[in-house]
């Protein structure tokens, strides 16, 4: 079936260091998304990216869309011990046009 | 305005009864999306609710249900509860659904304990 693997799993770092997860899909994709969850939060969108190598920036953040439309990044530059999560991509894809999801990325810090 | 809203927020129940959350959408949003997350296992998309119809649906039993109303408040229910059941249980709303590639915004999760 369709699949968003994410890469890695988790992520050590220390603070000031860049920190950067992958998203591949087995099929191509109409748009992904990318969402950030607290510890104890909940998943909060960060940003939608939707075209053949699409860049966006958020600050030291930087979304990156693949050409094929079936890979993204996200790249946070100097991480802070604000970016502490877990990042999440996820992408519409398929006939029914189904939204699916990584199984994220969790970043620590240490200050 | 308001986000979405659930509740409860935390409940214990014993294996084998039955538990019902509460979500209410973003005002305006059609669509309300229910999922699981359980530690390593990321989201887990349990269905999707617009207009008051179930219009996609996860690999979940089905012990698992829900529903929507006229005024797309949604909710879902477990039945004959397992330990595994114990997760955070998070509601999504949108304007007209995940496929569309609208932005979903999540609420703030319903905390399930199984004992």
């Known amino acids: 079936g369709q699949q968003v693997m994410q890469i890695p799993q988790y992520q050590h770092v220390q603070e000031g260091e860049d920190f950067t997860t992958y998203c591949n899909s087995s099929?191509?994709?109409?748009?992904i998304q990318w969402y950030k969850q607290r510890p104890g939060g909940h998943p909060v969108f960060l940003i939608q990216l939707v075209k053949s190598g699409e860049v966006k920036k958020q600050k030291r953040l930087t979304f990156q869309f693949g050409e094929a439309k079936k890979n993204s990044s996200l790249h946070i530059t100097a991480t802070q011990t604000t970016d502490v999560g877990t990042y999440f991509c996820a992408g519409v894809a398929g006939n029914n046009r189904k939204l699916i999801w990584g199984l994220g990325t969790s970043l620590a810090v240490n200050p | 305005k308001a986000g979405v809203t659930q509740t409860p927020r935390y409940l214990i129940k014993t294996r084998g009864q039955q538990v019902t959350l509460s979500c209410s959408p973003i005002?305006?949003?059609?669509?309300v999306s229910w999922y699981q997350q359980t530690p390593g296992q990321g989201l887990q998309f349990l269905f999707e609710?617009?207009?008051?119809?179930?219009?996609n649906k996860g690999n979940f039993p089905g012990r698992f249900s829900g529903r929507q109303f006229s005024n797309s408040r949604s909710e879902m229910n477990v039945s004959t509860l397992e330990l595994g059941d114990s997760a955070l249980y998070l509601c999504?709303?949108?304007?007209?659904?995940?496929?569309?590639?609208?932005?979903?915004?999540f609420g703030e999760g319903s905390w399930l304990t199984v004992v």
């Open positions: 099929t191509t994709l109409s748009n």
């Open positions: 005002s305006g949003h059609r669509s």
């Open positions: 609710y617009f207009s008051e119809t179930q219009r």
């Open positions: 999504a709303s949108s304007w007209t659904g995940e496929r569309s590639g609208n932005t979903i915004y």
